[in-house]
């Protein structure tokens, strides 16, 4: 069975920096997308960024761009988040997921059919 893990979620305070990691079991990431979304509670899960495996190549919304950066570690086979300058607003539970390459938009959840349990991330002020 496929399962995803998140780890490094914590209390930090405004400015601070945190590195939330994405480990697979059952499966490698080779063929896949790895996204970051994340969600405060009564709100729709909203992407952070996503990771083409083999291209290596990322991208971000709007409003981490420049502040967070999704890496990948071909040997552990994880996928990092890097958050800096963190914002009392990016308080939220963060998921990692994967999806098949041939994912039509990987903005949006529907792409991915492997979620993390989320990990808390709580920024204060």
């Known amino acids: 069975q496929v399962q995803l893990a998140e780890s490094g979620g914590g209390l930090v305070q405004a400015g601070a920096s945190l590195r939330l990691s994405c480990a697979a079991s059952?499966?490698?990431?080779?063929?896949?997308?790895v996204g970051w979304f994340r969600q405060v509670p009564g709100q729709d899960r909203e992407i952070v960024g996503f990771?083409?495996?083999?291209?290596?190549?990322?991208y971000y919304a709007d409003s981490v761009k420049g502040r967070f950066t999704i890496s990948r570690d071909n040997v552990r086979n994880t996928v990092s988040l890097q958050m800096n300058s963190l914002k009392p607003e990016d308080t939220a539970v963060y998921y990692c997921?994967?999806?098949?390459?041939?994912?039509?938009?990987?903005?949006?959840?529907?792409?991915?059919?492997?979620w993390g349990q989320g990990t808390q991330v709580t920024v204060s002020s």
């Open positions: 997921a994967a999806g098949p390459v041939y994912g039509r938009n990987f903005y949006q959840e529907n792409s991915y059919d492997t």
């Open positions: 059952g499966r490698t990431f080779t063929s896949a997308v």
């Open positions: 990771i083409w495996w083999i291209a290596g190549t990322s």
